[in-house]
């Protein structure tokens, strides 16, 4: 299950799962079913902004809306294979998605994605966007540890952690 929260409207919530997307506005009391969003529920993720730019990716696609908007829009992803990580910048504006081992991004909150990187290893389990930076992006891997860095919107890396 996926859970968002509304840092300004701390009683907000949305959970995603293989049910759908519901909503709950009195902290997970009562819960509304947001039935323009279909499908099994993999991920939400958001912008930081007044209103907030969602993004939501179930097994029928990616979408998009704004907060206080209930039609969501569908976005067009750069493979027909979802992401397994997604996550935007604080606009909104900055999205970043790995599907297999390929990242993408888009600078147009998700209208047009450029390929930027493929890994070499499959076990990605960590992507942060810098809050101050978008073009700054931290990709953590598993076993073994390790940690990269790009300064320039994934387009080269840096090992971080040491041995």
Same mark, same amino acid.
């Given at each position: 299950?996926? =859970?968002?929260?509304?840092?300004?409207?701390?009683?907000?919530?949305?959970?995603?799962?293989? *049910?759908?997307?519901?909503?709950?506005?009195?902290?997970?009391?009562?819960?509304?079913?947001?039935?323009?969003?279909?499908? &099994? #529920? $993999?991920?939400?993720? %958001? %912008?930081?902004?007044?209103?907030?730019?969602?993004?939501?990716?179930?097994?029928?696609? =990616?979408?998009? @809306?704004?907060?206080?908007? &209930?039609?969501?829009? =569908?976005?067009?992803?750069?493979?027909? $294979?979802?992401?397994?990580? =997604?996550?935007? !910048?604080?606009?909104?504006?900055?999205?970043?998605?790995?599907?297999?081992?390929?990242? /993408?991004?888009?600078?147009?909150?998700?209208?047009? /994605?450029? *390929?930027?990187? *493929?890994?070499?290893?499959?076990?990605? #389990?960590?992507?942060? #966007? !810098?809050? $101050? &930076?978008?073009?700054?992006?931290?990709?953590?891997?598993?076993?073994?540890?390790?940690?990269?860095? %790009?300064? &320039?919107?994934?387009?080269? @890396? *840096?090992?971080?952690?040491?041995?």
């Amino acid at each position: 299950p996926s =859970l968002l929260t509304f840092p300004h409207e701390p009683d907000h919530l949305l959970l995603g799962g293989d *049910q759908g997307l519901f909503d709950s506005k009195d902290a997970g009391h009562h819960w509304k079913d947001l039935t323009t969003i279909t499908g &099994n #529920i $993999q991920m939400l993720t %958001s %912008s930081q902004t007044q209103p907030m730019r969602i993004f939501c990716q179930t097994d029928q696609g =990616l979408f998009t @809306w704004k907060e206080g908007n &209930n039609a969501p829009t =569908l976005l067009t992803p750069p493979t027909p $294979q979802l992401f397994s990580r =997604l996550v935007s !910048d604080s606009s909104g504006t900055t999205l970043y998605g790995l599907s297999g081992r390929t990242l /993408w991004s888009s600078e147009d909150a998700g209208q047009h /994605w450029q *390929q930027r990187q *493929q890994f070499d290893r499959g076990d990605l #389990i960590a992507l942060q #966007i !810098d809050p $101050q &930076n978008p073009s700054r992006l931290y990709a953590g891997f598993f076993l073994p540890p390790k940690v990269i860095l %790009s300064q &320039n919107s994934g387009k080269s @890396w *840096q090992v971080v952690t040491s041995s």
